[in-house]
């Protein structure tokens, strides 16, 4: 609340929480998934990727030309293109060394909708044990999942309330993006690390930081359960 109040909104705010992350167990919502879920494969490892920036299904370079025209005269924007190419760069390496290596475990690696499966299609087309799809809800598939692999990525959330493993993959210092979620769940900066903590699952489960730590809690109020969204909202209005 303090955030909001701080950005000097012309009408009150009111930090109620987010309505499809009410997933712990007895929520509906975590109800409703459990029975209609439409994957039907398990214990599998997800990986969620977000870098439409630089592989937008419209083409990477209408994502450039919008936003520099936004900033002609500011390097804030290439810098930031640049390297969310980076790290797309360092999961393509990541993904690419998990399937070789773990041969009998299955992948699925769940772009973001906005994204272009082209690429990984072709960069991965070598490998059986790695599905990729943009089918059915991001929440959907980490239901039936046993780890999550993401970056800085809202998934990140709903794994939390569903309580999942969830691996923070970062190879190297983020300067130039948005990285609220940097503190969520278990950090790995390295290939040999991620590939320890997935042979670990329970100690990765374990070792997860304190999300009323972290930057995000300020920011929604999904981690105080004692009402949900829709019961703050009602009583507002």
Not at 32 to 46: A, D
Not at 49 to 54: D, L, R, S
Not at 129 to 136: C, D, V, W
Not at 207 to 221: A, E, R, T
Request: glycine letters at 2%.
């Amino acid at each position: 609340t303090n955030y909001y109040s701080e950005k000097s909104p012309k009408f009150s705010a009111y930090n109620v929480g987010v309505g499809r992350l009410e997933l712990r167990e007895k929520d509906i919502l975590s109800k409703m998934i459990q029975e209609f879920s439409p994957v039907q494969m398990k214990n599998f490892i997800l990986i969620n990727t977000n870098f439409a920036m630089v592989n937008h299904h419209l083409g990477y370079l209408e994502t450039l030309k919008a936003f520099s025209k936004k900033s002609s005269k500011n390097m804030d924007t290439q810098l930031w293109y640049a390297e969310i190419f980076q790290i797309m760069g360092s999961f393509l390496k990541l993904i690419l060394k998990l399937v070789h290596n773990n041969p009998h475990q299955q992948f699925v690696l769940r772009p973001h909708p906005t994204e272009s499966l082209d690429l990984y299609n072709e960069y991965f087309k070598n490998y059986d044990n790695l599905l990729i799809s943009k089918e059915f809800t991001a929440t959907d598939w980490i239901n039936k999942c046993k780890v999550v692999i993401q970056n800085n990525c809202t998934t990140a959330l709903e794994a939390f309330f569903l309580n999942k493993p969830i691996i923070n993959f970062s190879a190297f210092e983020i300067k130039h993006s948005v990285n609220i979620l940097q503190d969520f769940g278990v950090s790995a900066s390295s290939v040999e690390e991620v590939q320890e903590l997935i042979k670990n699952i329970d100690d990765c489960l374990e070792q997860q930081k304190d999300p009323k730590q972290s930057k995000v809690s300020s920011l929604i109020d999904n981690f105080n359960h004692v009402e949900s969204p829709v019961q703050k909202i009602k009583k507002i209005v």
